[in-house]
């Protein structure tokens, strides 16, 4: 199997999403307010669908099952990673994800859920939540009980091309003005500590998880060491965000043509700047903005060419 597997995504309406899936990546998307474009998933709540080559019309999940040999015979039951373009339009709620151990015990076998963010563009001036300050698990109870979020939550000031790696039992928020490619566990398991006392349409709060968010935060928060890596030539420039038990991250800039060797199970890979292609012995794939694709086990050297930017995962 020598041929990229490329995938249309899935959009899901969010009341804090926005239209930047359209204007910034001429998605066709449902409605101006689409939250998530989940670009490369195999879970149920939303699949990926192969959308040209040998697979066509199979669903990431399908793939998995009936061929396991393109991902180098991985075990797992579950696609281990899902890759999500975020539009926050608005803020999202603080939230927390339990790790794979509380998930399975308390979530009927689902996966624990560590994330990471690769800011693709944010307002001036934007920021995220990104841990809290409480330095015990009495005092996190106590300024969750008494409302006192100023105190409690860690915010950062963010600009576009920030990375942030987000382990499960880490509270955080993505807030308005921001565009986010997210690589995570294949996990929809969140739980809301608190949503700003926000009503929908219907004048209904959303349902918070006030005691399995206590249970899972981790106390005190220990914010990420950033140290990246990078190697650069001519015409390439990797840069190597984070390696962790879940996956490993990379921003890949072409600039020109670059030779490449896939030598993982698999690669996960999203343009999210530029475009161009993708050149495999006698075959040339057109690359675009926007465009996502999975490189199989054993497909080996490849060359890119154009003026590009990419997030790159394996596990
Ligand atoms: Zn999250």
Same mark, same amino acid.
């Given at each position: ?16 999403? %926005?239209?930047?899936? @359209? +204007? *910034?990546?001429? /998605?066709? &998307? ?5 939250? #998530? ?71 009927? %076998?689902?996966?624990? @859920? +560590? *994330?990471?963010? /690769?800011? &693709? ?5 934007? #920021? ?75 004048? @209904? ?111």
């Amino acid at each position: 199997m020598k041929q990229p597997i490329f995938f249309s995504p899935i959009f899901q309406e969010r009341i804090w999403g %926005g239209d930047k899936l @359209k +204007t *910034e990546f001429h /998605y066709d &998307i449902p409605s101006n307010k689409t939250g #998530e474009c989940w670009a490369i998933s195999a879970h149920p709540n939303g699949q990926s669908v192969i959308s040209s080559g040998l697979y066509k019309g199979l669903t990431l999940g399908e793939l998995w099952e009936s061929k396991r040999e393109l991902f180098g015979g991985l075990d797992g039951e579950k696609f281990p990673l899902l890759i999500k373009i975020l539009d926050a339009n608005d803020d999202l709620s603080v939230q927390v994800h339990p790790d794979d151990t509380y998930a399975n015990q308390h979530e009927k %076998g689902e996966l624990g @859920k +560590t *994330e990471c963010w /690769y800011i &693709i563009d944010c307002d001036e001036d934007a #920021e995220l939540i990104f841990g809290h300050h409480a330095q015990s698990k009495e005092m996190l109870a106590e300024m969750i009980e008494e409302g006192n979020w100023s105190s409690l939550l860690r915010r950062v000031k963010i600009k576009k091309g920030d990375f942030f790696y987000v382990p499960s039992g880490t509270v955080h928020a993505l807030c308005k003005g921001t565009l986010v490619l997210e690589t995570q566990q294949n996990s929809d398991t969140t739980y809301r500590l608190y949503d700003y006392d926000r009503r929908d349409e219907h004048g @209904k709060l959303r349902e918070l998880h006030l005691e399995k968010s206590k249970d899972v935060v981790k106390v005190p928060f220990e914010p990420q060491k950033v140290a990246f890596q990078t190697e650069s030539t001519d015409t390439k420039k990797v840069t190597k965000f984070v390696e962790s038990n879940y996956f490993t991250v990379y921003k890949w800039e072409i600039d020109g043509e670059a030779s490449f060797d896939q030598t993982y199970p698999f690669l996960l890979c999203s343009v999210i700047e530029g475009e161009g292609f993708l050149i495999k012995e006698k075959e040339t794939y057109t690359l675009e903005k926007g465009s996502h694709f999975l490189l199989p086990y054993d497909f080996k050297k490849f060359e890119l060419k154009g003026q590009m930017q990419l997030i790159v995962s394996h596990v």
